[in-house]
Structures are given as C-alpha cells and as structure tokens.
C-alpha cells in the first residue's frame, strides 16, 4: 500500500489541479461584495467603513489583503490544501495511516466538487483550515498522552476562535472539542482531570482570540455593539423577513440544497456515522457525528438554503470516512466509494462541458458600465448583485450591496431613497429585478427620486440602466448576453 507521505501530497496534487479548472469562472455575488467591503473598510461611517455586511471582521481582512478575485481564489485553494492536511492530521491521530488515507482523500474530492460552489471562495472556504486543524490538536489534547495536553487545547481553542471570526455560525472546532472532551471524561474517568484542564485551555483561548479580534475592529471603527446587531440581531430580523416575504427562489434553492445533500454523499455519510455514534458511542465518532448535526441544523434552520453552505460539512465528514472506512463491509465500502466518486466525476466533466451560466449576466451588465462609464463613476444596484459593480471597476455610495439587508434594513428604501437624492448619489442606477421587488414595504419614493434625479439610457440583458441626469455618457454598445 502507499505510503501515507507518498498519498496524500498525490492526492492534495489532483485537487489542485481540477481546482485550476475554475479560476476563470465569473465572480460570485460573496466573492464580488466581500472584495468591495474590504477595499471599502478605509473610509465611511458604516460598519465596515463603507459597507455593511453581516460577517465577522476576520473575513473582511481576509478580502481586505487578497484585494483581486484570483488572488482571492488562490487563498481558497490554499485553504483547502491546508484543510486537506488537517482532516487527514485529525484522522491520524484517531485512527492510524488507514483512516489518514480515507479522509485525506474524500477531503481532496470533496474540495473539488462544483456542486458545493468550490469555484467561488467564500466564509466555509476559508474557514475549513481552522476547522480541520482543531479538530486534529483537540484529538492530539484528548487521545494523545502526554503532560501537557493543555499546549494542543489552547491552540484549538485559538482556531476555534478563528473560525468564528471568518463566520458567526462557523463554531465546529469548538463543538467537536466539547463533545469530545466530555465524552471522554464521561467514559473513562481516570481522564476526566485531562477533560477538564483541555476545557478550560480551549475555552480561555476561544474568549481571548475573540476578544483580540473585536478589539482590532474596534480599532478601525467598527465597534463591539455593532457587530453584535449584525451578527446576531440581524440575522433573527432577516429570518422573519425570509419567512414572510420570500420569492418561490428559496424554496427551490432548500430543494437543490437537499438533492445535493443526498446526489454528493454527504446524506449517507451523515447516516451512518449517526449509526455507528448510536450503537459504539466512541467519543471522536460521537465528536464528529455532532458536528455534522449542528452544521446541518445551521444551513437549514438560517432560511436561505445556498449550496455553498455544505462545504461547511466537508472537514467533519471527511473525518468521519476515515474514521469508518475500515469498520463497513468492503463491498459496502467500495460500492459508497465508486458511487460518490462517479457524482463527483460527472458533476465536474457536466460542469466543464456545460459552464454554468450564474454570473454570467452580473458579468456582461458590469462590462458594459465599464465601457460606458468613466473611471470615478459609482452605481447602485437593485437589489444587490455586487458582482455587477466588481465587473464594472465601481462603488457604491449605498452600504447596503446584498439584497437582504436591503429587504430587512431598508425596506422602505428611505436611505436608498436619500442616496438618489443626495449631492454624491450615483452615477448610475441597475434596475436588476424590479423595484417592487419581495419584502420591499414601499418603493413610492424612490420610484420619485429615480425619475427626478435620473433618466433611463439602455437595456441590457433584460436589466435597466439608468444615468444620472447631470452626467453625459455615450453608452456602449450591444452586448453578448448569455
């Protein structure tokens, strides 16, 4: 058999590889509006500088030194080697060079499955490395002996912290280590001082990382309180506006969210590590088993059902096949395998045939502002798609660059309403979908601003542009559209 050594450089090798493949696909609406954010974090009064988003700061750093969408794509890629690295460290340690083996590999495979929206680099991306990598030092505090055990639980708690930081919801390091360390204490109580001291070390370090980055943010401006209001009290208001006022789209996007669940592997690998936590109750199994519960929970009860919220479920599932590769029947084994290789393989060559087109118009609508436009031009897009204004090389004089936040914290458009009116409203205004649009209370005041302040000058791609009635442009001319 190949050496572990041998293995898994091969394997992070092939990953990198069909990850090149995507490089080239259009920018994603996070990608786009995370990049705008982060360039934006230097000037304004909003929570980040210019903008508001309802993410954590790290996140915004992360943007905010990546600076370009490939160099952004080439942290994702890195990210995902290094969680590569980390599920097959955590495998290791629970169960030898087999188990390393197993989930190294369903790590790689699963890093470069489009249908978990690998190409775009988003939160779950890059906070899948301080995810892997505390599951394997709480492994290293908990089955490992040694005297200091404290050492790996602080740097879990660390990672953990870190995490969080990139994404609220993103706690998975934190629960494995709980679970596992309780676990263990409650099985052999001859380690339940060894629990203890790991609990106490990870959870000091998860309060002081946190506390280091507030206190940065804070720094640039972006206090403690209002971070608290967007990362919590926000997304319970967002939730009862989905619930209202949500277009048929969400419940087609839960729809494709579950088929991906069950088509990519990630359903039966959830079943059966339930099974095996049930029946053995070994606590890196149960650890695992509770981490794959609470991310599903999270996807699912935050409403807005995208399928990159199951990359979140790779490095816990990933760990789970190494850690029951070896205790299934081979034949079950090899059928599960081929089966969850042959989706993956037919997911990418479909993908590569047939490009997916999301993007695509975001991409031809941006180029043709640019073509149009002159450098110090900004625009407004209703309601969201900054991806529109990354391809377009512009700002935005609105904080507000998804359509969420628009719905749930103006939705009677009276700030955007104010920015039409105001003395550095934008050059151009996209209409995208509609100003009467799901969860808009009342567009009557813009509608009025809008046709005071602005005149509509083309079509493109189905989407109106409109030009600000003091500018002079010559817009450019058709487009491709896809």
């Known amino acids: 058999m ?11 090798l092939a990953m990198v590889g069909v990850r090149l493949l ?7 609406r996070d990608e786009a509006g995370f990049l705008i954010v982060g360039q934006g974090w230097s000037h304004g009064d909003s929570l980040y500088g210019a903008y508001w988003v309802d993410r954590p700061p790290l996140l915004i750093w992360i943007m905010e030194l990546a600076g370009s969408l490939t160099t952004l794509r080439l942290l994702g890629l890195l990210a995902c080697v290094v969680m590569v690295l980390g599920v097959a460290r955590a495998a290791h340690l629970a169960g ?13 495979l699963f890093s470069t499955a489009h249908w978990f929206g690998v190409p775009r680099t988003n939160g779950e991306m890059l906070a899948a490395p301080f995810v892997a990598w505390g599951f394997a030092l709480a492994a290293q505090a908990m089955l490992r002996p040694g005297r200091r055990a404290w050492v790996p639980a602080l740097g879990a708690g660390v990672l953990a912290g870190c995490a969080g930081l ?4 993103i706690v998975d390091g934190l629960v494995f280590a709980v679970v596992l360390a309780v676990a263990v204490g409650w099985q052999e109580p001859r380690l339940r001082r060894r629990a203890a001291t790991v ?31 967007a990362l919590v009290t926000f997304r319970a208001d967002a939730g009862e506006v989905i619930r209202t006022s949500a277009s048929s789209a969400t419940t087609d996007r839960l729809v494709v969210l579950l088929a991906t669940w069950a088509a990519s592997g990630l359903a039966f690998i959830a079943a059966l590590t339930a099974w095996h936590a049930l029946r053995r109750r070994e606590p890196v199994v149960l650890a695992t088993v509770a981490v794959i519960a609470f991310v599903s929970a999270a996807a699912i ?3 807005s059902y995208w399928a990159h919220y199951l990359f979140q479920l790779v490095p816990a599932s990933a760990l789970a096949v190494g850690l029951l590769a070896d205790r299934v029947r081979p034949r079950l084994r090899t059928a599960v395998a081929t089966f969850t290789i042959v989706a993956a393989v037919g997911n990418l060559v479909y993908t590569l045939v047939v490009p ?11 180029g043709w502002l640019r073509q149009s436009g002159q450098p110090s031009d900004t625009a407004v897009v209703a309601y969201g798609q900054p991806n529109v204004l990354s391809n377009a090389e512009m700002s935005s004089p609105y904080p507000y ?11 009677e458009l009276s700030v955007l309403s104010d920015v039409l009116a105001g003395a550095d409203r934008p050059t151009w205004f996209v209409d995208w979908s509609g100003i009467d649009s799901w969860g808009i209370a009342d567009p009557a005041r813009l509608q009025v601003q809008l046709r005071q302040h602005y005149r509509e000058v083309a079509t493109v791609c189905g989407r109106t542009i409109w030009l600000d009635r003091d500018e002079r442009r010559a817009p450019a001319g058709p487009v491709d559209c896809p």
């Open 96 to 108: 030898g060079d087999s188990a390393a083996r197993w989930a190294g590999a369903a790590a790689a």
């Open 22 to 28: 995507y490089l080239g696909e259009p920018a994603g």
């Open 199 to 229: 609990l106490a070390a990870g959870s000091s370090a998860v309060v002081v990382t946190l506390g280091i980055g507030l206190a940065a943010a804070a720094s640039r401006g972006t206090g403690a309180g209002e971070l608290f209001d």
């Open 2 to 12: 190949m050496r572990l050594r041998v293995f898994l450089p091969l394997v992070v």
């Open 166 to 169: 990139i994404k609220q919801t």
């Open 301 to 303: 009860l935050g409403g």
């Open 401 to 411: 660059l998804w359509s969420l936040p628009v719905r749930t914290l103006d939705p």
């Open 356 to 366: 997916p087109r999301d993007g695509t118009t975001a991409e031809a609508v941006g």
